[in-house]
């Protein structure tokens, strides 16, 4: 079965500051790893998705990179800002089925003004 | 292109009732998973339903809850005689599942909705 950590629980930051959020997964077989952003009383906003053959995605000031073989998978903010405040999840794909995400627990990040 | 639609957004339940929830799937996608989020824990895996078909249902409890995706209209989750600890958050996601692509496809989530039960 596979589980899905995320370190830390939450993280508070000063505007400006760049963000490193970790998620580590007991499988290394996945199909795939995807960050998404979660906005309280909201949906999920998925925010980059690592296919298991790629080592990393970017968009914009996010960078994702993933290392299958050590399970583990770390989102970048750059530059922070106050509307980056949100919990941030991770969630892979695999090994089992190809359908089944299994999720971290959320990383809620406060950037502060 | 409308994406993933819930409703309601907010359900409210007393205990020994019945919950419904609706999921719309984005156009064009023919298959849908249901995903719990408890207070203070990740999402987990209910369901997973193509048209007319349950596919997965590993994560479902196995009395109470039933879910259906009809030939028309949307999906369905259904809670019988609702509990105090069935308060959550239901998220209902959508694929269309390209077979032909090397790379899995992406799932779209809709916005939720979240349960209370009194």
Redesign the interface.
């Known amino acids: 079965k596979q589980e ?1 950590t995320q370190i830390p629980a939450a993280l508070s930051v000063p505007e400006g500051e760049n963000l490193v959020l970790n998620c580590s997964f007991t499988d290394s077989a996945i ?2 790893l ?1 960050w ?1 952003r979660q906005d309280p ?4 906003t ?1 925010l980059l ?1 690592i ?1 298991s053959s790629q080592r990393e995605q970017t968009s914009g000031r996010l960078n994702a990179s993933l290392d299958k073989s050590s399970g583990r998978s770390t989102l970048y903010i750059a530059a922070s800002q106050p509307g980056d405040s949100a919990t941030y ?1 991770c ?1 892979a ?1 695999g090994p089992t ?10 990383t809620t990040v406060t950037v502060r003004a | 292109n409308a994406g993933v639609m819930q409703n309601p957004r907010h359900l409210v339940r007393r205990r020994g009732q019945e919950a419904r929830l609706r999921c719309s799937p984005m156009k064009g996608h023919s298959h849908v998973y249901w995903y719990r989020q408890l207070p203070e824990e990740g999402l987990k895996f209910m369901v997973y339903l193509q048209k007319e078909n349950i596919i997965d249902e590993s994560g479902m409890p196995k009395e109470r809850f039933s879910a259906e995706f009809p030939k028309e209209g949307p999906s369905i989750l259904r809670i019988q005689q609702v509990v105090r600890g069935d308060s959550a958050a239901y998220f209902c996601a959508s694929s269309h599942r390209f077979q032909a692509t090397r790379d899995t496809d992406t799932q779209y989530f809709g916005p939720g909705t979240r349960l209370t039960v009194l």
């Open positions: 899905v199909y795939n995807q998404f009383g909201k949906g999920l998925s998705l296919q999840l969630a794909l089925n190809d359908y089944k995400l299994s999720f971290g627990a959320g």
